[in-house]
């Protein structure tokens, strides 16, 4: 199951490097727990819905948003996954380069929660809580 969901996860990103939401739902349990961290779209969104809501939200301030997979890492029914993202501001302009780390829990190959995180040691903490 473990090598399943990295696989569930990678092809989860390359839909949403496609920008393809709807693609992307197919890997998102429909009652899911999402925990965002970009700027003020910070908080939990749950569902399809709330998922969109955070994917619409982003892309309204960072259009051009490019997030990519540095490292995914097995931990049973969690994935760890570092990544990347660039992207500008649709206001300023500014550009955003950074590196986070995301925990995804996966149950029956559907991803039912995900939380993102500025540290690995972060990341990791909040897989400990969950297990």
Do not use: C, K
């Amino acid at each position: 199951m473990s090598q399943e969901n990295l696989e569930v996860t990678r092809r989860a990103y390359a839909a949403l490097q496609r920008d393809d939401i709807d693609a992307f739902l197919a890997y998102v349990h429909p009652d899911a727990e999402w925990h965002s961290l970009v700027l003020e779209m910070e908080g939990t969104f749950h569902g399809h819905d709330g998922v969109r809501e955070w994917w619409s939200s982003l892309r309204a301030v960072f259009p051009d948003w490019a997030p990519s997979l540095v490292e995914t890492r097995d931990l049973g029914e969690h994935v760890l996954a570092h990544a990347s993202a660039t992207a500008s501001a649709r206001e300023s302009g500014v550009g955003i380069d950074e590196n986070f780390w995301q925990a995804v829990e996966l149950r029956d190959g559907l991803v039912v929660w995900y939380a993102a995180f500025r540290t690995e040691a972060e990341a990791l903490e909040a897989v400990a809580r969950r297990a």
